[in-house]
């Protein structure tokens, strides 16, 4: 066969065995990224951890519940910090993206000792009827005006806010949204001792957007770079045929 190259919509077309050629180059890369990737979370298994001394209570439906009660018997615990404010009328669009991805992977994590709930200020109520609609499945409970998500720097108080910076993804950043989202981890030991050992903020959110992986594998990409901010294409899932919802997103960190 030739191989010489054509272009289509602006791509280039080639021979099979010039396109089997090039694959073969990116699969080296591929597998460098997977080893560093495997690297990386080696590192992140590694790091010290954080003995959880306050004494964190939660809105559930089943009541009142501390930190250790999340877990579920499990000894890991992921929490996703979903930015849903007080009074608001719906969850974040973005945080329900990554939401989106979470229920199928429930009964896999289970099996790998590792329980999963969402935490929000909104009330417990707010949240409930919220989740109702978007036909999930997962925990989600609410810290109300506790310290949680304020200690974890994915809320900020007022004054903090006025101030012009805040603490987010362990640097001091602009940020105007009173929420921002982020992932944290906990580990529970036999004496049911607590410990933080991770959190992920700003693009490492992403480890929860699947959909994400799916795109980047498309010609077409992730196709973001005309919009005018990342994500901004992203809706409630009910609501891709409707009108934009009004932004309660998290588009403003990196």
Request: charged share 25%; with cysteine.
């Amino acid at each position: 066969m030739t191989s010489t190259t054509t272009e289509t919509l602006n791509h280039t077309v080639v021979s099979p065995e010039l396109w089997l050629r090039q694959r073969q180059n990116l699969l080296a890369r591929e597998k460098e990224l997977t080893c560093m990737q495997d690297q990386v979370a080696r590192e992140r298994r590694a790091l010290p951890w954080v003995r959880v001394e306050k004494n964190y209570v939660f809105d559930t439906p089943q009541g009142k519940r501390t930190l250790a009660d999340l877990f579920e018997g499990r000894r890991q615990l992921v929490v996703q910090h979903f930015m849903f404010t007080p009074g608001a009328e719906q969850g974040c669009s973005h945080c329900s993206y990554m939401a989106d991805h979470t229920d199928g992977a429930l009964a896999h994590l289970a099996q790998r000792d590792v329980t999963f709930v969402a935490v929000s200020r909104a009330a417990l109520v707010d949240i409930e009827r919220f989740r109702h609609r978007m036909g999930w499945r997962f925990n989600w409970v609410s810290s109300g005006e506790g310290d949680f998500n304020y200690d974890f720097h994915v809320s900020f108080r007022p004054e903090e806010l006025a101030s012009g910076e805040v603490n987010y993804n362990y640097q001091r950043q602009p940020i105007k949204n009173p929420d921002m989202p982020g992932v944290s981890v906990f580990y529970k030991d036999d004496d049911g001792v607590v410990y933080h050992s991770y959190s992920t903020y700003g693009r490492g959110v992403e480890v929860m957007m699947h959909t994400y992986n799916f795109l980047d594998l498309t010609p077409l990409g992730r196709h973001e770079e005309d919009l005018p901010y990342t994500m901004a294409w992203v809706r409630h899932h009910d609501r891709y045929e409707a009108a934009p919802a009004a932004a309660t997103c998290c588009h403003a960190a990196a």
